[in-house]
């Protein structure tokens, strides 16, 4: 060997290395079995910013003469290697990824104080509707309509007990009109203006009124009131009297059960509520006067 010749391009034999030569293997009786890299392996393909290269096979149990280089000489199998283009990068957290998990947890905690805020608001949307309504409700009882509650039966037929009614109270408002004879009103209890009763206009001031035998004659002249049946008349004479200015003389349908103004006297314009506009309770009795 010459001294410019690469040692190590000799291939590697025993006698090289001052060991002693053996024989070659006898022949098997049975063939050789069959190794994991009979198999032909595709080329190993990557997804991503790298692509591995194909790897090189090599058998261990293939003839000398048929493996790559045989023909510059003996070449001994060596076992399976698989060579990498470049040496795998190390894998580290994106950072848009964790930039994104870290904006979605602050997003949930903004999420979370937005649904409080928004509960809140529409809990103060809620009490302001709900004072605006008693506000409202206040207004339209004081100044407008009232519901009102029959107890008794003092305006039978007409009226029964526990009927529900809606009293109008523009009615009867001094710009608007007064109470008309035939009307049926709420007004105060002229001895205990706490209560309210409900009773029907029979005359107005400056007006006759005389009752003969359970008859109402108003100025001489019979009342219609058809609306009384039989059993609910009463049969007392009273009057005859003038009503006073400013008052009203009022009864009940049920003639023989009602307390009025045959018994302690007359309305001043001031105590009367409002009409009776609409029996709205029961459903199927509703109607309108």
Known sequence: MSDSQDPYDTPPTPDRFGLPSSSPPEPLDHPAPASRFDHPVPAARFEGPFQATPFERYDSHRPAEEMPGAENGPVHAEPARIA???????????????????????????????????????????????????????????????VARVEGQSMAPT?????????????????????????????????????????RVIAHEHQRVRIVNGK???????????????QYRSHEDWGPEVVPEGYYFVMGDHRNNSSDSRHWGY???????????????????????
Do not use: C
Request: proline letters at 8%.
């Open 216 to 230: 109402v004659f108003r100025d001489d002249v019979l009342v219609d009131d058809a609306f009384v049946p039989d």
């Open 267 to 289: 309305v001043p314009k001031k105590y009367i509520i409002g009409r009776v506009q609409l029996r709205w309770w029961p459903v199927p009795d509703a109607r309108t006067f």
């Open 84 to 146: 990498l283009g470049e040496p795998l990068p190390s894998l580290e957290p994106l950072p848009a990824m964790a930039g994104h998990f870290g904006a979605g947890a602050v997003n949930s905690a903004s999420d979370s104080g937005s649904l409080s805020g928004r509960l809140a608001d529409e809990f103060v949307a809620w009490l302001k509707t709900l004072a605006s309504a008693a506000v409202y409700a206040t207004l339209i009882v004081t100044f407008g309509f009232q």
């Open 159 to 199: 009226l029964q007990d526990q009927d529900r009614l809606i009293v109008n109270k523009f009615a009867y408002l001094s710009a608007v009109g007064e109470p008309k004879v035939g009307d049926i009103v709420m007004l105060y209890y002229p001895n205990n203006p706490d209560k309210s009763f409900v009773k």
